[in-house]
């Protein structure tokens, strides 16, 4: 059974920054495209990136190109969400996703199999 916990989130100002990390286990991280999504009060989940098996392909929202860096570290079974130049409005439950999909087969999806429990990023103007 895939297990995810996500870390690394908090309160920061606006322009701050955030290194969110998500660690799976149960199953062999490489086979998995990863995905951070978010989920803010109110609102719809939302996709945020994604990263290939091997980390070679990335693909973001445009609400966040640019700022946000998605990484994966497979012999640490992690992958990273760097956040740059936070606004307000990036303030949610972030949630990372595992999916066994091929690439681009259900890229920018906001619906997967595995789940972390989420970790509130909230940012002050």
């Known amino acids: 059974q895939v297990q995810l916990v996500e870390s690394g989130g908090g309160l920061v100002q606006a322009g701050g920054s955030l290194r969110l990390s998500c660690i799976l286990s149960?199953?062999?991280?490489?086979?998995?495209?990863m995905n951070w999504l978010r989920q803010a009060p109110g609102k719809e989940r939302e996709f945020v990136a994604a990263t290939s098996k091997i980390g070679g392909y990335t693909y973001y929202a445009d609400s966040v190109k640019g700022r946000f860096t998605i990484s994966r570290d497979n012999a640490k079974n992690t992958v990273y969400l760097q956040m740059n130049s936070l606004k307000p409005e990036d303030t949610a439950v972030y949630y990372c996703?595992?999916?066994?999909?091929?690439?681009?087969?259900?890229?920018?999806?906001?619906?997967?199999?595995?789940w972390g429990q989420g970790t509130q990023v909230t940012v002050s103007s």
């Open positions: 149960g199953r062999t991280f490489s086979s998995y495209t």
């Open positions: 996703a595992a999916d066994p999909a091929t690439w681009g087969v259900r890229i920018g999806a906001t619906s997967y199999d595995y």
